[in-house]
């Protein structure tokens, strides 16, 4: 390829880039920042997709519906986010322990230091968590992932969303109820185990 080929294919792709960036950057933030809550993890997660939206033109992959490409990754990252950082309170799935006290969720899985089979455990539960919680309607896992995960509270929830807290009491129920079916099969399988 001669050089002025090669300058001319880039500047292309520059272009293309930035009508991208231009057109999905705001709303793409506002997608991430009504799922995190800390401003410098929101601003890090965009980062972190348009630097993969560049590499992907970078290297010639061909992306269909480059909009919902970028939300899936957005997607990816926050979950990715959210298992780096420990889970506060699960208390719908806390169980008792023989000695009283409550289980979180990170207690019930099996420890990253149990070696290679506790790593591939921990790794297939926590993917099925992932895929249980994308089957749920938007509005249940917003409330679901907020409460949870993100430790916020129902009624700073009520008072950013214009909800009340029964509702999102309600939708929280419902996102339990689903999760807890979904995941039975899989817990049961490694209970037996």
Do not use: C
């Not at 409330?143 to 916020?152: I, M, N, P, S």
Request: charged residues 35%; negative net charge.
């Amino acid at each position: 390829m001669d050089v002025a080929l090669g300058a001319e294919m880039t500047s292309e792709q520059d272009r293309r880039i930035s009508e991208i960036v231009e057109r999905e950057r705001a709303r793409l933030r506002n997608f991430i920042r009504r799922r995190v809550a800390d401003p410098g993890d929101a601003e890090d997660i965009l980062q972190d997709v348009l630097y993969e939206l560049v590499g992907a033109y970078r290297a010639m992959k061909p992306l269909e519906q480059v909009s919902a490409w970028m939300f899936r990754v957005a997607s990816n990252r926050i979950i990715d986010l959210f298992r780096k950082k420990k889970p506060e309170a699960f208390s719908e799935a806390a169980e008792v322990g023989e000695d009283g006290e409550l289980l979180t969720l990170d207690d019930l899985l099996p420890s990253p230091d149990g070696g290679p089979e506790a790593v591939y455990a921990r790794g297939v539960l926590l993917d099925e968590m992932d895929a249980a919680l994308d089957e749920l309607p938007d509005e249940q896992r917003e409330v679901f992932v907020a409460h949870e995960l993100q430790g916020r509270s129902f009624k700073e929830l009520a008072a950013e969303s214009g909800l009340s807290v029964n509702t999102l009491l309600s939708r929280k129920h419902y996102a339990v109820a689903h999760l807890r079916r979904r995941l039975q099969a899989i817990h049961d399988e490694f209970k037996k185990a």
